[in-house]
């Protein structure tokens, strides 16, 4: 027994040490308790409005193309919720649970490019300039920045920079959950060198989908698709950013440090709560912008698609040849 006791004396403040889910549990008590039968409230809520807003979307005469890439944005509120809640249960299911958040974010965001393209294909009625002075390259004023049209082989470039955020990340943290079954101590050494080409990967692919949102919004405001990619984005900053914040907090002494439970876990307990509340506020957000009332959905005034038109092959003679489907289809 005191080999036990001082070992665990030795592992207290050491911010590697994850415990158990009992050792969390019994050291947090009533707390952890309460606040996981609240977070399961959260993310059921948070589910049920993405499936309700599925559910809309299904019902709207939009494409399959449209309504697979809207329910593939709609996903990542209800995973991201979820495995918060994992998280603030099991604390050695971090790594996992922000694994699959990331990749099915990183999925999101590109499907939501795809559903940019698709939408402002058919809103627009000439090909608009591309908005390359835009965050982050826009802090730089060195830089040139050439008046360029939207034109496909463009647009492939757009869409490579953005395509490579999924397969890059996905890369790299399945590097890391492999590392984590060969030591579980090596992960914060390695994952800081791995850092950089995180970071540079998301700036790059956010790079790519705010030039896409800033030129279509210029010319069909009316899609709102800037608030589209604004909700979506905002999950990436919780989970990244705002994690970040927390993390350097832990050399602060904001968080103590009680045997068995370090800073470090402390601040995991406070971002996945976080992201509870920040999932279901942007789930509610998302819901609002794609929801299509059912008692209006032969209106022409319904979001994201003008006036029904008859489906003719002469349809497309309307849409500038800049701004074909292939690029965003294929």
């Not at 090909?127 to 463009?154: E, H, Q, T, Y």
């Not at 990619?229 to 103590?256: C, E, H």
Request: net charge positive; with cysteine.
């Amino acid at each position: 027994m005191q080999i036990f006791d001082k070992y665990r004396s030795n592992v207290s403040c050491d911010s590697n040490y994850v415990p158990s889910a009992i050792e969390h549990i019994e050291s947090l008590g009533t707390f952890i308790i309460v606040l996981i039968c609240i977070g399961g409230i959260f993310s059921i809520m948070t589910l049920y409005l993405a499936i309700d807003a599925t559910y809309n979307v299904l019902s709207q005469k939009e494409t399959s193309f449209y309504k697979s890439n809207v329910i593939s944005i709609f996903s990542i509120y209800p995973i991201a919720s979820i495995c918060s809640l994992i998280v603030i249960a099991i604390p050695r299911a971090q790594l996992l649970s922000e694994t699959v958040t990331q990749v099915f974010l990183t999925v999101s965001l590109y499907r939501l490019y795809l559903l940019l393209i698709d939408v402002g294909r058919r809103k627009i009625t000439k090909a608009p300039l591309l908005m390359l002075k835009v965050g982050p390259c826009c802090c730089w004023p060195c830089l040139p920045f050439p008046n360029l049209d939207m034109i496909d082989s463009r647009l492939t470039w757009i869409r490579l920079i953005i395509l490579q955020l999924p397969i890059i990340q996905g890369l790299l943290y399945f590097i890391i959950l492999i590392m984590a079954l060969d030591e579980q101590n090596i992960i914060p050494t390695y994952f800081d060198w791995l850092q950089p080409f995180l970071v540079i990967s998301i700036l790059f692919a956010l790079y790519g989908l705010t030039i896409t949102t800033k030129s279509l919004h210029a010319v069909a405001p009316e899609a709102k698709l800037n608030f589209k990619t604004m909700v979506s984005q905002m999950v990436l900053m919780f989970s990244k950013a705002q994690a970040a914040i927390i993390k350097i907090l832990t050399y602060t002494g904001v968080f103590p440090c009680r045997l068995p439970l370090s800073p470090k876990i402390y601040a995991n307990v406070t971002q996945n709560t976080l992201m509870l509340i920040e999932m279901l506020l942007l789930c509610v957000a998302a819901r609002y912008l794609y929801y299509v009332d059912p008692e209006r959905k032969e209106d022409s005034s319904t979001t994201d698609r003008p006036k029904d038109k008859p489906h003719s092959p002469t349809n497309n003679k309307d849409l500038p040849e800049q701004v074909s489907t292939k690029i965003a289809i294929e």
